[in-house]
């Protein structure tokens, strides 16, 4: 909120607010036949469509002191793309329900839309509809999500198979490090107000946390690769929540090798200064938004040519369990402490 | 919250709940592939579609004093399965995005998805997806509709023309007195928490505001009499607003003709009552999800059979204006004062 301009929102109403935020947009896919202005929007799908939503909520998923307005729009969509993707699917459009309160300038709502927009420009999505309300105290994006995939390459999370590869893309841990970094800075802002926040040196992890990518570029690989992976689920809630999702619809076991878990040497270094085991970040952090995925054996090939591509483990029968094969050579059974907003403690 | 069973919601935490929540769940429409349980839902539409989204929140949007969690959830995938029927087309899908405070037990969620559950059983709509999440204070609910229509037979509101005939089905204004009426029960109960709450009498207007229900009856009249009205909308926010939404879109002008606006007795002497001119209720009240459209003058006779449809007005040039021929024989040019929770002073 960094504009000197304030408008106030109740100057335009939901009507006049709504032809402020959408006036530029315009429509980029074929499938979308008419956006935002009428009952409800129109899609013409040329193949079978994935469909999901999330929804954030102020003071649960995020802290505006750290979390500038724009980045959280961005995030809001990137959520939602990358269960998407994580369908082997490509997104189309998306709706976002806003609920604001009156604290909120018609600025300060322009700059979660520029963050919004900037994300369907990337990701070449149309904002097609939504819902603009207020909200007697907080901030609440919900985001929906559509993409489109012919039936037979679409993926789920419940056909991983005996003998499959476990793979992941990027680096995991780095979000979750971010979190954790932004909530000591904030502590020692609300302590000094006055005191410099140091955020510089650790741009990768806090920009992991702030302004996460959906893996468009895995997928894309491939299509291009004719690779259709076995079983996929993207990494939200931590590798051993989405682990765990994967064995249990599949009906399998399986063994995670520690030693080629991807961490960031950022991450890696402020887990040890902040006195975490960096697995565990990987293993229990949340909001990778990476691809977790199982393919055949024989297309180990052609995933080993991708750098960003890592295989971390094998698909076994479901007697075996669900392990961690530690660097110490030990076997651990994987447990789920994902995050989870509604658990206890959490 | 009648029963007296209390399960902390943090005891199941997320998965736990949705489990719980979504067990008896089956898929009735063939184009529903998948449901809840993946990263997305699958669809395979089998024409054009409509997708909606509206978001619910406490105290903007209901006031759980009295509005029972079973109505409230009904109510939120009713209003969500009028704008699809108001594009003419046929309700399917549906996604619910909940946020709640731990000050709601399990027992409580259970009751909002059972009307959840009701309404989706009524109008023949898979619950395929959503997100469940904590909320740091108030209950949050957002749904999206997804529908289907042949290319040909989808209705916007931008499509109406001179000589078209308005019609609106139902009745309007009841909504909104049943919302006074609650308003001023709630304040009485709140200053004399053993006083007798007087409903009775009221069950007409008052269950308009907490169970309304969807126009389907219409939209499968139209596809039995072949027609395609030339423009719809549903009443959400009060008949000026929808009227002035037609009339801005399609570049038309209007004549609304007061001795034809449907308003039922029920709402007419409760009106009177609280002092208030009939009209207004239907002209500005809001939440009816009737549905408002234009049709060709040749269709006149079909629908004059239907004894919920009436004829209120005529579609005109747009040099005339949009204007309300009222009793007395005078114009007043329709102005917007409908139902708005971002406009100042509502």
């Known amino acids: ?45 040329e193949k079978r469509q994935v469909i999901t939503t999330d929804i ?121 490090m971010g979190l954790t970094i932004l909530q000591r800075e904030k502590q020692v802002f609300l302590n000094a107000p006055d005191a410099n926040i140091e955020l510089a040196g650790d741009n990768y992890i806090v920009g992991r946390q702030l302004k996460p990518e959906a893996r468009k570029d895995i997928v894309d690989f491939f299509a291009e690769q004719q690779i259709v992976p076995t079983s996929m689920i993207d990494v939200s809630d931590g590798l051993s929540s989405e682990i765990l999702h994967i064995c249990k619809q599949s009906n399998v076991g399986c063994q995670l090798n520690e030693e080629a878990v991807p961490i960031a040497s950022e991450t890696y270094n402020k887990a040890l200064e902040f006195g975490i085991d960096p697995i565990n970040c990987a293993l229990s952090g949340g909001e990778d938004y990476e691809l977790l995925f199982t393919i055949l054996p024989s297309d180990r090939s052609k995933v080993k040519q991708h750098p960003d591509i890592s295989i971390i483990g094998e698909i076994l029968d479901e007697n075996l369990g669900v392990k961690l094969f530690t660097k110490g050579g030990n076997y651990h059974d994987i447990i789920s402490l994902g995050w989870n907003s509604l658990k206890e403690g959490d």
Chains 1, 2 share one sequence.
């Not at 304030?6 to 979308?32: A, H, P, V």
């Not at 369907?120 to 901030?139: E, F, H, I, Q, R």
């Open 56 to 176: 954030l909520i102020e003071g649960i998923h995020f802290d505006l002191v750290y979390t500038p307005l724009k980045h959280l729009g961005y995030k809001s969509v990137i959520v939602n793309l990358s269960d998407v993707y994580a369908m082997n699917a490509t997104p189309k459009q998306i709706l976002v329900s806003i609920a604001i309160s009156n604290r909120f300038s018609v600025e300060a709502i322009e700059e979660i839309y520029e963050g919004i927009e900037l994300a369907c420009n990337k990701y070449n999505v149309d904002l097609v509809g939504g819902d603009t309300t207020a909200s007697p105290k907080g901030l609440v994006i919900n985001v929906v999500a559509i993409g489109e995939q012919e039936k037979e390459k679409i993926v789920t999370r419940n056909t991983a198979k005996e003998g499959d590869l476990l793979c992941v893309s990027g680096d995991l841990g780095a979000a979750y």
């Open 1 to 45: 909120m960094k504009k000197e301009q304030r408008t106030e929102i109740s100057s335009l109403g939901e009507f006049g607010l709504i032809d402020r935020l959408t006036k530029d947009i315009s429509l980029k896919n074929t499938s979308s036949i008419k956006g935002i202005g009428d009952d409800a929007a129109i899609i013409q799908a």
